[in-house]
DNA sequence: CATGATATGTTATACTATATCAAGCGTGAT
DNA sequence: ATCACGCTTGATATAGTATAACATATCATG
């Protein structure tokens, strides 16, 4: 299942069910989603899209939270950690996981970057089964975190533009 | 064909090999590969590993080349323009190519990363033939360029470790 | 209540990257 | 020849991303 980053949804119901997924997961696991992890994943929630660091301290200052930015890094650290937020490498910026607590840290996510209106789409492309699994068997490699973000054009842009 | 990072290989030839091919790529294109541009092509082929911006300028600088960052960073949009290195986004490093002016800007690069070595491999995993191309077209997406960048333990630091 | 683990506040700093303007240096046209 | 132009480099300043280190607060538990 990927995320509806691309299509019309109901983006209310869409946030309120990653929260509530994100609230079971925390109660799971002994872990404290605390006021500012909380606003940090609502911030990123509300769009469908990468938003940088600083970004997103500067909404959490607007909200009343500390404005340094470890305020904000150890948010993100904490929500990456435990698979609620990922890290676009190629933007160095941060996007609200599509199937929070799915299972934990050790799904294998892709991206879809459109470049034109910034929205973001996670899916499920596990590397496993694709060309570069066979490429580190070949190499003797062991695989243990793959970044994969594909960057392009979104159905919108792509027929907007051009 | 794949770089040859993680296997023992004759290395002198491996650089004589890939600055050759890169001069004959910049005399067939009227590009100008500078005492600069080529001391960073140099240096980036010295090691199959990633280097930061700045650790090239740093050894820029013992070879008596300027010492400010645009120095380092117009080198590298040069060679990352065109084809005779990459940027691992994952680490925000850059890596000599392994095959330079194969087809000039459009091959699709994977990398295979070591965290314990550093050494980065490169291989051919063309993205449009695995998971990645049909999640794009079941989403309508069209991909321009994509970041793929394995991390784990090449065959010699898996074999020392545990 | 004491204790230790977890989380936050705060300051400072490191690391990565680009904008901007000035100067040098070839090549080719007149 | 020299002028004009494009490309490359020099140099200063600043923007953007991220973490180290230390102090304080909060809370569950023994």
New interface residues.
Partial sequence: M?SAG?HPHDHHRCIADAMAAAEAHCAANRLHLTPVRRRTLEILLSEHRALGAYDILSRLNADGFGGQPPVAYRALDFLTTHGFVHKI??LNAYVACANPGSDGASHAP?F?I??ACGKV?E?????A????A???R??????????????????AC?DGAS
């Fill in positions: 990927t691309f490498e190629a892709a879809l459109c470049r789409e899916a499920e492309a596990d590397p089964k694709g060309p570069l066979r490429a580190a070949e190499a003797g490699f062991a695989i243990e975190r793959a970044v994969v973000e594909a960057q392009g054009l979104c159905p792509h």
